[in-house]
């Protein structure tokens, strides 16, 4: 037989194979118990828009939070893990290796019950508040290697150009070294905020009042509620526009960067 | 009249590799001094030496009279009066030609945006780029960065310029555009210190020429002399290589 001929029939293979097993699940799928149960138009018009306007803007504020406060954490931790002095570099490198070496549902529990039951610490903004919290400290053990990172991929000459026209180390860091890492970070920075977003998801071990529920929180009561799985349908529909377009962002901005070099 | 650059008993070592050994050697105001030399022969490290790019091992270096391995010198301020040109151009690549210009004027000179924006129009003019201010350096050809970098250099007003091989990351087409220019700094009576491999550049526009091997200066003299009569056996060898 042909080489080519081969080569047809075994693709030919490989497609009746896929259509087979498509084939196989259509009609084995129970499809009246999928509709009912994960697509109930009822259950949906009773969570809508509580689901958006509870569960998503929640989803979104708490990782707001959490991303900036941690990035400006992170950004501290950076510097110090490229600091000349040995223990500041010594004191990031452990805070950086404790957080990531961790589950963050530990430091989450640690923050919303260890910590105030240990020391009567009342958390702001409440259980919820102590979780944000974790996610912060967390997130910016992750992002501090991120940036560092970012920071050492700026090319030395660049370095060297600022200081041999006379610029200041510091200045050389904010008008030089900054602005070319923040492009060399922005994708995966986009990635840790992906990461983080799903993280909030554990938020409700810490128990939240009436209207502090994010999404996946809102779906898995409602869930309970009904005794129906559209909600948690509809809260994962409401992760993948959020999700998507930002990891499509991440792509667009790498090819841009593949580009550029 | 105190040189510009004076070098003396200059020591610098990478770990155990001892890089110079031992080197003394002046510029005089208005002077142009080419070095050339092997590559590793620590040509580029004597240059990176005299702006503490590189932290002598041991020795001095007085740059107009003023030691720069004292610790307590403003490293800052005697950079500012120094330009360095690079082999890699080391533009900014997130600012425009104008800002790449502008930056350390502002943030060193302290000079207002006018100010600063007129000088490094003028200096575009002399490198024949003054329709490239608004461009991003990603969208010159090398020659041109180059010529930006030496424009940026010059914005400083500095009273002495180092290159650090300037034209060997260039096509070849491209080398003649930069060395123009820097024929004309040196007509203009600019110090100059030179890192090369462009013998007809200093044959035609150095005072000096100094051939360096192994971290010694082997032979230093007027570059017509040296070029056509080499004394040392080691400068006739790289000489008859290279040209």
Same mark, same amino acid.
């Given at each position: ?16 194979? !896929? !259509?087979?097993?498509?084939? #196989? %699940? ?40 959490? $991303? ?22 010594? %004191? ?22 260890? =910590? ?17 919290? #974790? ?25 060297? #150009? ?13 008008? =030089? ?15 840790? $905020? ?10 409700? =071990?810490?128990?939240? $009042? ?12 409602? !869930? ?19 999700? %998507?377009?930002?990891?499509? !962002? =991440? ?11 | 009249?105190?040189?510009?650059? *004076? ?7 990478? /770990? @155990?590799?001892?890089?110079?050994? /031992? ?6 105001? /208005? ?29 001095? +270096? ?57 000088? &490094? ?16 350096? &990603? ?13 940026? &250099? ?18 070849? *087409? ?11 700094? &040196? ?17 035609? +526009?150095? @005072? ?11 032979? *230093? ?23």
């Amino acid at each position: 037989m042909r080489r080519s001929t081969r080569r047809r029939l075994r693709h030919g293979a490989l497609y009746a194979l !896929l !259509l087979g097993g498509v084939a #196989a %699940l259509v009609l084995i799928a129970d499809w009246a118990a999928i509709t009912s149960n994960f697509f109930d138009r009822d259950v949906f018009e009773k969570i809508w828009p509580e689901i958006v306007f509870e569960g998503a803007r929640n989803t979104i504020v708490y990782t707001a939070i959490a $991303f900036t406060v941690g990035l400006v954490l992170a950004f501290v931790l950076a510097l110090m893990k490229l600091s000349p002095l040995a223990p500041y570099r010594w %004191l990031a490198t452990a805070y950086i290796e404790f957080f990531r070496g961790l589950p963050v549902l530990i430091v989450i529990i640690a923050f919303a019950f260890a =910590v105030p039951i240990a020391f009567g610490w009342i958390p702001p903004g409440g259980p919820r508040g102590a979780a944000v919290m #974790a996610l912060i400290v967390v997130s910016a053990a992750y992002m501090a290697e991120t940036l560092r990172a970012g920071i050492q991929a700026v090319p030395k000459g660049q370095i060297e #150009a600022a200081r041999s026209l006379g610029m200041s180390p510091t200045w050389t860091m904010i008008s =030089v070294v900054i602005p070319q890492a923040l492009r060399i970070v922005t994708p995966p920075l986009t990635n840790e $905020f992906v990461l983080l977003l799903k993280d909030t998801s554990l938020i409700q =071990v810490a128990g939240v $009042f009436v209207g502090q529920k994010e999404l996946t929180n809102f779906a898995s009561d409602s !869930l309970s509620i009904y005794s129906n799985a559209t909600p948690l349908t509809a809260a994962a529909v409401l992760y993948l526009v959020i999700t %998507l377009p930002l990891t499509q !962002l =991440v792509a667009y901005l790498e090819r841009r960067t593949q580009k550029a070099r | 009249m105190t040189a510009a650059i *004076e070098v003396r008993d200059l020591h610098k070592s990478f /770990g @155990d590799t001892e890089v110079l050994k /031992g080197i003394d050697f002046t510029v005089a105001e /208005g002077e142009v001094v080419c070095v050339i030399g092997p590559s590793g022969s620590g040509k580029s490290t004597l240059l990176r030496c005299v702006n503490r790019l590189e932290e002598p091992t041991s020795g001095t +270096v007085l740059v107009e009279g003023v030691d720069i391995t004292d610790p307590e010198v403003d490293l800052d301020a005697v950079r500012s009066r120094i330009g360095m040109v690079f082999q890699s151009f080391n533009l900014f690549p997130h600012m425009n030609v104008l800002d790449n210009l502008c930056l350390a004027q502002r943030r060193v000179l302290k000079r207002s945006r006018a100010e600063a924006e007129a000088t &490094a129009q003028s200096n575009l003019e002399k490198v024949g780029l003054a329709d490239k201010a608004a461009a991003f350096p &990603a969208h010159l050809s090398g020659g041109q960065q180059q010529r930006v970098a030496i424009a940026r &250099a010059l914005s400083m007003d500095p009273d002495m310029m180092l290159f650090d091989e300037p034209t060997s990351a260039l096509d070849p *087409e491209l080398v003649g555009d930069v060395l123009d220019v820097m024929r004309r700094l &040196a007509a203009e009576g600019m110090t100059m210190m030179v890192v090369t491999h462009e013998m007809g550049f200093a044959r035609e +526009v150095g @005072d000096k020429l100094v051939f360096m091997d192994e971290g010694v200066i082997l032979e *230093e003299g007027d570059p017509r002399e040296v070029l056509a009569n080499p004394q040392h056996e080691r400068t006739q060898k790289f000489l008859s290589k290279v040209l």
